[in-house]
């Protein structure tokens, strides 16, 4: 089993940055790959961010390119969400989450861990 807890987020004007961290528990040896969804209200959850726990390379959804960084502190089994330039559209529950496979797609249905959620709010 894999426990996941996230921090950070918070509320924040179009334009700030925000940082959302992810702290991994269990048998983390055995995680493959960490991802960061984000459900926002009314919408269904979606993928944001990925990274390869052993390479470190990263995959971004087309939203969230160029403006979010994901990264991982291998030494504490954490992972990061760093996301500057937010616009209201951002605002969102975040959610890590672990899978000890390799995932094709970053479907949801691809993990199987997952955090409780973290609320980011970006007002205009």
Not at 16 to 44: D, I
Request: hydrophobic share 35%; glycine share 12%; charged share 20%.
């Amino acid at each position: 089993q894999v426990q996941l807890v996230e921090s950070g987020g918070g509320l924040v004007q179009a334009g700030g940055s925000l940082r959302v961290s992810c702290a991994a528990s269990g048998r983390t040896f055995s995680v493959y790959v960490m991802g960061w969804f984000r459900q926002a209200p009314g919408k269904e959850r979606e993928f944001a961010a990925g990274i390869s726990v052993s390479g470190g390379s990263t995959v971004y959804a087309d939203s969230v390119k160029g403006r979010f960084n994901i990264s991982r502190d291998s030494a504490k089994n954490s992972f990061y969400l760093h996301m500057k330039d937010l616009k209201p559209e951002d605002t969102a529950v975040y959610y890590c989450a672990a899978e000890r496979e390799q995932v094709s797609c970053w479907r949801l249905s691809e993990f199987d861990y997952w955090g409780q959620g973290r609320q980011v709010s970006v007002s205009s």
